[in-house]
């Protein structure tokens, strides 16, 4: 959590006492993605409110002008309390701390979604198409953040973040031309509304932490700022597929029937064919588009915790196109084989033959030219070893196209000697370490080794800890070589 920033807690007292209310005391709340910074406020013997500072003006007016709109037609949203004249702050009612994510935790944390979490994703559920079709009625749409609909050209722009900031990122190699197809296919397909369901207001962002749980279990919507025209599956499919939920595919279900029932009393002549297509559409264009803000999080910005969501992702869009019979998605598809295949795409990734119980050891090569490597645990810990001061086979012409796996750089770095007595003490570190996180449980350590161009020194290194943790330790063992895009696991031999 975020101190109290000074100028923040003058511009909301400011706007407190132009409301003609008192403050106590200001407590700043754990911020989001965005920008955005949060305070919880404490009035004189008041209820608490929440204040807002926002980097962006226009983006904090139409928010405000939506809760105000939404809220005027009964919607279970925010008050609007007070605006700052620059529109760079505003306060609003305290809806609490709980969020749908929270409510729903021992469902997606440990599968017990009998009962009160699936009671509660079904009031979230059917509460959303009022929140779709009633602030629809007499909405000014030139008072909205986005283009009046999602149109095309913003499909194209979702797709282009995909490729862009998940795909690049990976360092995927794909045919442009062909994904480009791929893409036109999909943008073309919502643009032209082929699936036959009625349009309405999107949230947008519609997913379990944009949905506050009152005590008495009720939904209350935020971050719909970003709001605007587009088919009613676009919501839905971001509820329900969003992969830090982990909703299971039989409350999936159940949810899509629910869904589908509330929403006809407002579009009775849907089809429940064109719902179910429409819905899949949606569905791979939301995960598409997550993959990049995941990408840009986490991949490019280093913040782990976005990482957690990318295997669920990728499993969940591979089951879907490879089911499509489209020949322009097959390129899709298979740029996303490549990434689940990717290391930094692996984290929280399990399988019911894995053993949770079991150490892994992710060991990497990387060269410090190009940047340090990415934690993929949670932890974010580990070990980095700098093995630029041992003499560098790089150096000489006849090694130079070779790498630390080629057998004539391992015996110059082995009759060197620098390297090898550098690796002996990491050793007995590194071996240590996995000793105590064994007694203690844990589930993964990282060791990284680096040198200046991430292919000889840094690349033996990493290939011989790989091995001694292999032949002494009951763990698994993960390997990656940067620079080389090699990556590969060790099964234990004990």
Known sequence: MQPINTNDHDRLTRLCNEAAI???????????????????????????????????????????????????????????????????????????????????????????????????????????????????????????????????????????????????????????????????????????????????????????????????????????????????????????WQSRAKIPDHIRAIMVDEYFAEMQKYAPDTRRENFDKSLRLMVIIRLLQVLGAYGLRGLSEGKVQFLESIPNALHTLLTLLDNENDDAMHVLCNALKEAERHPWCTVGCTTDNDDKDTLTVDVCSFSYKRGMPRYRSMHGGGFVFDCRAPHNPGRYEHYRSMTGMDTEVIEFIEADGELPELLRHAEAMVGAAIERYQERGFKSLSVAFGCTGGRHRSVYSAEHMARYINDRYGVKVNVSHTNLGINYQLQSRI
């Open 22 to 240: 008192k403050i106590s005391k200001i407590v700043p709340l754990a911020g989001a993605a965005s920008g955005r910074r949060y305070y919880r406020l404490y009035p004189t013997n008041e209820p608490t409110i929440i204040g807002t500072i926002g980097p962006s003006a226009k983006e904090n007016a139409a928010f405000c002008y939506l809760s105000r709109h939404m809220a005027a037609k009964g919607l279970p949203v925010p008050d609007i309390i007070a605006v700052s004249d620059d529109k760079s702050a505003y306060i609003q009612s305290d809806l609490g701390d709980r969020s749908l994510l929270e409510a729903i935790s021992p469902g997606s944390r440990d599968g017990k979604w009998e009962g009160e979490p699936t009671e509660t994703l079904r009031k979230a559920i059917v509460s959303l198409p009022a929140m779709q079709f009633a602030t629809l009625n007499g909405l000014d749409q030139s008072r909205c953040l986005t283009p009046a609909k999602m149109d095309r050209r913003e499909v194209m722009r979702d797709l282009e973040y995909f490729r862009f900031c998940f795909l690049r990122q990976l360092n995927i190699e794909v045919n442009d031309i062909e994904l480009d197809l791929a893409f036109d296919r999909l943008a073309d397909m919502v643009a032209g509304n082929n699936t036959g369901v009625a349009e309405a207001f999107s949230l947008r962002d519609c997913q379990s932490r944009n949905v506050i749980i009152d005590n008495d279990g009720n939904p209350h919507w935020i971050d719909y700022q970003s709001g605007r025209l587009a088919p009613v599956t676009y919501d839905l499919a971001s509820l329900l």
